[in-house]
């Protein structure tokens, strides 16, 4: 079963950038679907972007022009590039991919934008 292991987060300042990383345990180049989500104190956790191949990818409003994902198949590896930072993208983030052994999540890395 393939693990994920989130990294990147961290303090940033309004208007920064940060870009998150998952790291896949196996190859990533057959999961059809990875995505990154986000869950801020007090609330559900949310789908922030995510790829599937063949289709391509997606990004929740609030982030869209911001945030870009992207997949490095030969580093088993998702990226979550994130601009112009605003504190309510303040959440703890987490990877998901979707295998055949069902949904797998990573621990989550906190990201916290603030001045």
């Known amino acids: 079963q393939v693990q994920l292991v989130e990294s990147g987060g961290g303090l940033v300042q309004p208007g920064g950038s940060l870009r998150l990383s998952c790291a896949a345990s196996?190859?990533?180049?057959?999961?059809?679907?990875m995505g990154w989500y986000r869950q801020a104190p007090g609330q559900e956790r949310e789908l922030v972007t995510s790829t599937i191949i063949g289709i391509g990818t997606n990004y929740a409003d609030s982030v869209k022009g911001r945030f870009t994902i992207s997949r490095d198949n030969a580093k088993n590896t998702v990226y979550l590039q994130m601009n112009s930072l605003k504190p309510e993208d303040t959440a703890v983030y987490y990877c998901k991919a979707a295998t055949l052994g069902g949904p797998v999540w990573g621990q989550g890395t906190l990201v916290t934008v603030s001045s």
């Open positions: 196996t190859s990533i180049f057959s999961l059809s679907f």
